[in-house]
């Protein structure tokens, strides 16, 4: 971005900051910032947050320290092209000593956003074989998807972090473009696989009401969709304009980068996509509003009768302790009592009876089971951390009555 100047890396720290601002906000209103200390259950999640933050604050950074530059060094003209920022590769000695880590800064944004793409791809991918194959899950820390998780994280920052400085940096420009340019790969590979689980969801969706599922539940999972397709969009308006500006830097001529006007089109386009896909992060990491199906009821689906898939699909129980694993149900206090299940991917048949019973009705109203009301009830978001505590109860209550008769 040979053309980038001071007023457009203001524009860029001011994004980040908007941001940034949104990210403390929302999650202030959702409880406090609690959810940022991480707990035995909710440590995964408060992980994500913590990389989401960590992300945007490089990016302000990095735009800061640039804008710091260029306003000092201001504009130069070159003969018949005019009135043009400085360029790198006359930086005085001071200022050159900021290249160093403010490409480390950005290289760690990158990293971090294309980490957490990737996680959201395989957590979801390991969900969806955790319905459809409940005797083979295993929970989402102990699945090969999240060693695969952690795997891809250290090659993505590998790369991430050494490819801009292969071969000559003596051209900061260049620098800058092959930084631009792995980013944006590394980003479109990781976007393709996670648009993969946009694709399937729909099918999951399905697994999960014929799974039994609550409605809260199910319109927990809609909403999440619809809202991470979205997202997904401006994760392509953020990723191709970095593709576009690194390809074209590392030439020569470079006439996209020394066109002002495109330029300028290109990194307010990456940078507006990247600070919507952040706000939008944090909105699904810690959702605050959502529809719920009833107030202070909840409604417990009964199994269609001889549907042999949906037996062979996780019970709600376990969805919602998927769920809370990965960071997306809350209510540590509520769920503890799933741990000590020994089948806690077990089919509905293998359970045994279930809550309804009645054939009669499709639906019916849970009073005297304290568990999952208790769950649900917090939730109107639905994912909404109340201070109050609430008290453990049983998941399900069985009362056998056997009944001897004696004939004289």
């Not at 998927?322 to 540590?332: K, N």
């Not at 009669?360 to 109107?380: A, G, R």
């Amino acid at each position: 971005m040979a053309e980038i100047n001071g007023p457009n890396l203001c524009i860029v720290a001011l994004f980040g900051t908007t941001s940034l601002a949104f990210l403390t906000y929302h999650t202030f209103k959702f409880d406090g910032c609690r959810c940022l200390v991480p707990r035995r259950k909710e440590w995964f999640r408060a992980l994500m947050i913590y990389m989401l933050f960590l992300s945007n604050v490089c990016l302000i950074v990095w735009a800061s320290g640039w804008c710091y530059v260029k306003y000092q060094l201001g504009w130069v003209r070159l003969g018949p092209m005019g009135a043009r920022p400085w360029p790198s590769s006359l930086f005085p000695s001071p200022f050159d000593r900021f290249n160093g880590p403010l490409t480390v800064l950005l290289g760690i944004c990158y990293t971090l956003q294309a980490s957490l793409n990737a996680q959201e791809g395989l957590y979801w991918y390991h969900l969806m074989r955790a319905v459809r194959r409940p005797q083979a899950s295993k929970p989402w820390l102990g699945s090969k998807y999240y060693y695969a998780w952690i795997v891809i994280s250290i090659l993505v920052a590998a790369i991430q972090l050494s490819v801009p400085w292969i071969g000559d940096n003596s051209n900061l420009q260049v620098q800058l473009s092959k930084e631009l340019l792995t980013g944006g790969g590394l980003e479109f590979i990781v976007l393709c696989a996670a648009t993969v689980v946009v694709l399937k969801f729909p099918r999951f969706l399905k697994d999960v009401k014929a799974s039994g599922a609550g409605p809260d539940v199910q319109i927990r999972l809609y909403t999440y969709h619809e809202s991470n397709k979205i997202r997904n969009l401006f994760r392509i308006s953020f990723t191709m304009p970095l593709l576009v500006l690194g390809a074209d830097g590392i030439t020569a001529a470079a006439p996209l980068n020394m066109n002002a006007i495109v330029s300028d089109l290109l990194c307010a386009t990456t940078v507006g996509s990247l600070c919507i896909v952040m706000m939008l992060s944090i909105m699904l990491y810690l959702p605050r509003s959502a529809p719920s199906a009833v107030h202070n009821k909840v409604m417990v689906g009964q199994m269609p009768p001889h549907a042999t898939q949906a037996n062979q699909l996780a019970s709600g129980f376990a969805l919602m302790s998927l769920l809370r694993e990965g960071g997306q149900w809350e209510g540590d206090t509520e769920l503890d009592v799933l741990d000590k299940d020994e089948a806690p991917f077990a089919t509905a048949e293998a359970r045994g009876t279930s809550w309804n019973t009645g054939a009669e009705e499709k639906w019916h109203q849970v009073h005297d089971v304290p568990q999952v009301p208790h769950i649900l009830d917090q939730f109107t978001s639905p994912i909404a951390v109340h201070s109050e505590p609430t008290p453990r109860g049983p998941v399900e209550i069985r009362i056998q009555v056997e009944r001897e008769i004696h004939e004289d």
